[in-house]
């Protein structure tokens, strides 16, 4: 018993308090998103918020039993927790329930469980294994490899579901690499670049963008010229970005699903559809704009409460909040957003081993990339892709992955002296 309190004492306080708190949060935007539709009590569980109460306490099971384990379990069955949720992701593609074009849960009576969103975890803990295993030596090629392999297998196969979202959220761990050292900052920034670029490419037209390209170059050249080496391999960049940029047409118009081109439509163009593809950001605009600075009040937004905006409880809660909580609420979750991932940063610098370091960073990557662009999404900066904002959103699946990422660092973090 002494073992376990000692274990509780050392988790670090600020992290508890801002889940436990965001959890809360969570639930309460959730039962006022669905509470004018039902208007039923608190602990009915054919509800959204009923249902979610079930996840939160197994969440907080979950999380006790993390903390409980011996932290040697995630270090030496690191590789076959991974493989596990190979098996539950190549599973769900034959034997998942399909919603909305997507075959990606497991349906269970009335619950419903999505393997992609915990196979972060596994992700996490796999490559803090591989990473962990080269930290006396550079790693190879052969060693890189191997860990962007990790993430590209469970990236195609939630592919492979339809559940594009998803999928890039698994890109969120170039940051991962980037801290590691396996990934240099050239490489991530040509990575940015072909983000912008491919962005760009559907605003303007391609003789524009090519031609602005040509006078960088040209520019470039002319600074250089004492240098003339680097004009073969100027000219071999230029040509290369010049192919990419011409093939984001082709891209857009032969690889990307209807819909999802119609999400980058609204998004590139504005307004555009606003009684199609554009109708949910538009009315996310209208109602996070009609909270004003306080709010409406709880329970009180016309657009909540009268269910102008689908997917209310998940992809767009951020809605409600900005409705009924207002500027001031808006910030409020903001801040502890960024209180959480500045938490999480310090503690991931304090580690002993890589393994700590890598699950700690894997967790920040993870969360930051959901918090940015499902409010970015609610507010017209990023495209609908339909992924949850953690701890606040309804979704079993996603709050018990966010909790295996948290608490399992955290149990890393108490135990950081034994980690060497």
Not at 78 to 104: C, D, K, M, W
Not at 347 to 367: C, D, H, M, T
């Amino acid at each position: 018993m002494t073992q376990r309190s000692n274990i509780f004492n050392n988790i670090d306080k600020p992290v508890l308090f801002l889940y436990l708190t965001m959890v809360a949060i969570g639930w309460l935007n959730i039962f006022a998103a669905e509470y004018a539709e039902t208007q039923k009590h608190v602990f009915d569980f054919s509800t959204s918020y009923g249902k979610q109460l079930i996840w939160i306490c197994t969440a907080f099971i979950l999380a006790a039993s993390v903390l409980m384990i011996d932290v040697r379990f995630f270090t030496n069955f690191s590789q076959i927790i991974y493989g596990v949720f190979i098996l539950l992701l190549t599973g769900v593609l034959f034997f998942g329930v399909e919603v909305n074009s997507t075959r990606a849960w497991f349906q269970f009576g009335g619950l419903a469980f999505q393997p992609s969103e915990i196979a972060k975890y596994g992700t996490a803990l796999a490559l803090a294994s591989l990473m962990g295993s080269a930290r006396l030596r550079k790693p190879g090629h052969l060693m890189r490899l191997k860990a962007f392999l990790l993430v590209l297998v469970p990236a195609v196969l939630v592919l492979l579901q339809k559940d594009v979202g998803t999928t890039l959220v698994f890109a969120s761990f170039i940051l991962v690499f980037f801290r590691e050292g396996w990934l240099s900052g050239l490489a991530l920034f040509f990575a940015g670049l072909a983000v912008a670029l491919f962005v760009l490419a559907l605003v303007f037209n391609e003789l524009i963008i090519i031609g602005i390209l040509a006078l960088i170059g040209i520019t470039i050249a002319i600074i250089m010229r004492k240098k003339p080496k680097i004009f073969p391999q100027l000219i071999g960049l230029f040509l290369l970005v010049a192919i990419y940029v011409y093939s984001v047409d082709f891209v857009f118009e032969n690889v990307l699903q209807p819909h999802h081109k119609a999400r980058i439509e609204v998004l590139v163009h504005g307004g555009a559809d606003l009684q199609g593809a554009g109708y949910n950001l538009h009315q996310s605009k209208i109602a996070i704009g009609s909270g004003g600075l306080w709010g409406k009040g709880f329970l009180q937004g016309t657009q909540t409460q009268f269910n102008f905006i689908p997917e209310q409880t998940t992809d767009f809660i951020f809605c409600t909040i900005g409705e009924e909580w207002g500027f001031v609420g808006s910030l409020l979750i903001i801040g502890l957003f960024l209180a959480l991932l500045m938490r999480l940063i310090t503690l991931a610098e304090r580690q002993k081993s890589v393994f700590g370091r890598v699950v700690g960073y894997s967790a920040v990557s993870v969360i930051f990339f959901h918090f940015a662009i499902n409010i970015g999404m609610t507010i017209g900066l990023a495209p609908v892709i339909g992924i949850p904002l953690p701890l606040i959103s309804y979704g079993g699946s996603s709050l018990w992955g966010t909790t295996l990422l948290l608490f399992t660092f955290l149990k890393l973090d108490a135990k950081r002296l034994e980690m060497l």
